[in-house]
Protein backbone atom coordinates (compact mmCIF):
# COMPACT_ATOMS: atom_id res chain seq x y z
CA UNK A 1 0.00 0.00 0.00
CA UNK A 2 1.48 3.67 -1.54
CA UNK A 3 1.12 6.30 1.63
CA UNK A 4 0.28 9.44 -0.44
CA UNK A 5 -2.00 11.15 1.84
CA UNK A 6 -3.11 11.75 5.32
CA UNK A 7 -6.03 9.25 4.44
CA UNK A 8 -3.41 6.40 3.79
CA UNK A 9 -1.27 7.13 7.03
CA UNK A 10 -4.64 6.99 8.88
CA UNK A 11 -5.92 3.62 7.33
CA UNK A 12 -2.26 2.30 7.78
CA UNK A 13 -2.06 3.36 11.47
CA UNK A 14 -5.80 2.07 11.76
CA UNK A 15 -4.86 -1.12 10.12
CA UNK A 16 -1.97 -1.63 12.57
CA UNK A 17 -4.70 -0.54 15.42
CA UNK A 18 -7.32 -3.25 14.54
CA UNK A 19 -4.43 -5.96 14.54
CA UNK A 20 -2.35 -5.06 18.09
CA UNK A 21 -6.11 -4.82 19.54
CA UNK A 22 -6.94 -8.57 18.11
CA UNK A 23 -3.66 -10.08 19.73
CA UNK A 24 -3.84 -7.91 22.69
CA UNK A 25 -7.83 -10.00 23.59
CA UNK A 26 -5.27 -13.29 23.27
CA UNK A 27 -2.19 -11.42 25.39
CA UNK A 28 -4.72 -10.49 28.10
CA UNK A 29 -6.12 -13.63 28.48
CA UNK A 30 -2.54 -14.91 29.05
CA UNK A 31 -1.71 -12.44 31.60
CA UNK A 32 -5.19 -13.04 33.59
CA UNK A 33 -3.94 -16.93 33.56
CA UNK A 34 -0.46 -16.14 34.66
CA UNK A 35 -0.75 -13.84 37.49
CA UNK A 36 -1.85 -14.77 40.98
CA UNK A 37 -3.15 -11.68 42.20
CA UNK A 38 -6.77 -11.71 42.50
CA UNK A 39 -7.03 -8.10 41.66
CA UNK A 40 -4.91 -8.40 38.63
CA UNK A 41 -6.68 -11.03 37.09
CA UNK A 42 -9.77 -9.50 37.37
CA UNK A 43 -8.26 -6.24 35.68
CA UNK A 44 -6.82 -8.13 33.03
CA UNK A 45 -10.53 -9.82 32.08
CA UNK A 46 -12.44 -6.73 32.41
CA UNK A 47 -9.55 -5.29 29.92
CA UNK A 48 -10.38 -8.23 27.97
CA UNK A 49 -14.09 -7.54 27.74
CA UNK A 50 -13.14 -4.09 26.99
CA UNK A 51 -10.47 -4.35 24.19
CA UNK A 52 -13.27 -6.49 22.50
CA UNK A 53 -15.52 -3.05 22.45
CA UNK A 54 -12.05 -1.40 20.77
CA UNK A 55 -12.69 -3.71 18.12
CA UNK A 56 -16.04 -3.34 17.54
CA UNK A 57 -15.23 0.35 17.37
CA UNK A 58 -12.35 0.02 15.22
CA UNK A 59 -14.74 -1.69 13.11
CA UNK A 60 -17.40 1.32 12.95
CA UNK A 61 -14.67 3.54 12.32
CA UNK A 62 -13.30 1.16 9.12
CA UNK A 63 -16.46 1.81 7.87
CA UNK A 64 -17.16 5.18 8.73
CA UNK A 65 -13.93 5.40 6.58
CA UNK A 66 -15.23 3.46 3.66
CA UNK A 67 -12.75 0.76 4.39
CA UNK A 68 -13.48 -2.97 5.27
CA UNK A 69 -12.19 -4.15 8.71
CA UNK A 70 -8.40 -5.43 7.89
CA UNK A 71 -5.54 -5.61 10.40
CA UNK A 72 -1.98 -5.05 9.68
CA UNK A 73 1.11 -7.12 11.37
CA UNK A 74 1.93 -4.87 14.09
CA UNK A 75 6.35 -5.17 15.12
CA UNK A 76 5.79 -3.20 18.19
CA UNK A 77 2.69 -5.61 19.49
CA UNK A 78 4.40 -8.60 18.59
CA UNK A 79 7.39 -7.75 20.39
CA UNK A 80 5.63 -7.33 23.19
CA UNK A 81 3.94 -10.92 23.14
CA UNK A 82 7.54 -12.44 22.79
CA UNK A 83 8.73 -10.32 25.46
CA UNK A 84 6.25 -12.23 28.07
CA UNK A 85 7.01 -15.67 26.16
CA UNK A 86 10.74 -15.16 27.20
CA UNK A 87 10.21 -13.83 30.99
CA UNK A 88 7.58 -17.09 31.10
CA UNK A 89 10.53 -19.50 29.61
CA UNK A 90 12.61 -17.98 33.12
CA UNK A 91 10.50 -19.68 35.45
CA UNK A 92 9.92 -16.40 37.68
CA UNK A 93 8.29 -16.56 41.00
CA UNK A 94 4.53 -15.58 41.08
CA UNK A 95 5.66 -12.33 42.81
CA UNK A 96 8.07 -11.62 39.80
CA UNK A 97 5.54 -12.51 37.32
CA UNK A 98 3.41 -10.69 38.87
CA UNK A 99 5.26 -7.41 38.46
CA UNK A 100 6.28 -8.18 34.84
CA UNK A 101 2.46 -8.82 34.35
CA UNK A 102 1.97 -4.94 35.32
CA UNK A 103 4.74 -3.43 33.64
CA UNK A 104 3.55 -5.37 30.43
CA UNK A 105 -0.10 -4.24 30.61
CA UNK A 106 1.70 -0.83 31.55
CA UNK A 107 3.80 -0.77 28.40
CA UNK A 108 0.53 -2.18 25.78
CA UNK A 109 -1.15 0.77 27.38
CA UNK A 110 1.34 3.18 26.97
CA UNK A 111 1.89 1.98 23.22
CA UNK A 112 -2.16 2.46 22.27
CA UNK A 113 -2.48 5.61 24.09
CA UNK A 114 0.12 6.88 21.53
CA UNK A 115 -1.53 4.78 18.82
CA UNK A 116 -4.95 6.16 19.55
CA UNK A 117 -3.28 9.66 19.61
CA UNK A 118 -1.92 10.22 16.76
CA UNK A 119 -4.98 8.83 14.46
CA UNK A 120 -7.61 11.35 16.11
CA UNK A 121 -5.74 13.98 14.80
CA UNK A 122 -6.13 12.56 11.57
CA UNK A 123 -9.21 11.56 11.51
CA UNK A 124 -10.74 15.22 12.49
CA UNK A 125 -8.00 15.87 9.26
CA UNK A 126 -9.34 13.86 6.78
CA UNK A 127 -13.34 14.88 8.35
CA UNK A 128 -14.12 11.52 9.83
CA UNK A 129 -15.21 13.46 13.01
CA UNK A 130 -17.31 10.36 14.12
CA UNK A 131 -14.71 8.03 13.65
CA UNK A 132 -12.59 10.52 15.83
CA UNK A 133 -15.30 10.45 18.82
CA UNK A 134 -14.90 6.63 18.63
CA UNK A 135 -11.14 6.62 18.72
CA UNK A 136 -11.33 9.33 21.78
CA UNK A 137 -13.84 6.70 23.51
CA UNK A 138 -10.88 3.80 22.99
CA UNK A 139 -8.39 6.41 24.15
CA UNK A 140 -10.34 7.59 27.17
CA UNK A 141 -10.11 4.05 28.28
CA UNK A 142 -6.45 3.05 27.58
CA UNK A 143 -5.66 5.95 29.55
CA UNK A 144 -7.71 4.76 32.64
CA UNK A 145 -6.50 1.25 32.20
CA UNK A 146 -2.84 2.71 32.80
CA UNK A 147 -4.08 4.22 35.65
CA UNK A 148 -5.14 1.21 37.31
CA UNK A 149 -1.97 -0.41 36.30
CA UNK A 150 -0.05 2.55 37.71
CA UNK A 151 -1.99 2.14 40.73
CA UNK A 152 -1.05 -1.17 40.92
CA UNK A 153 2.53 -0.87 40.58
CA UNK A 154 2.64 1.59 42.84
CA UNK A 155 0.88 -0.60 45.44
CA UNK A 156 3.28 -3.64 44.73
CA UNK A 157 5.00 -5.19 47.42
CA UNK A 158 8.46 -6.14 46.98
CA UNK A 159 8.96 -7.63 50.05
CA UNK A 160 9.03 -10.84 48.30
CA UNK A 161 11.02 -10.06 45.66
CA UNK A 162 13.74 -8.19 47.44
CA UNK A 163 13.84 -11.14 50.25
CA UNK A 164 15.20 -13.79 47.14
CA UNK A 165 17.71 -11.15 45.76
Known amino acids: MSVDSTKDLFLSGLKHAYYTEQRLVDALEELESTSTREELKSGFAEHQSETENHIDRLEQVFDQAGESP ?35 GQKSEHYEIAVYGNLIPMADQIGLDEAADLLEENLREEQDELDTLSELGEEFDYGELTQSA
Open 70 to 104: EGAEDPVAEGMIEAHEEFLEKDPSDDALDRFNIAA
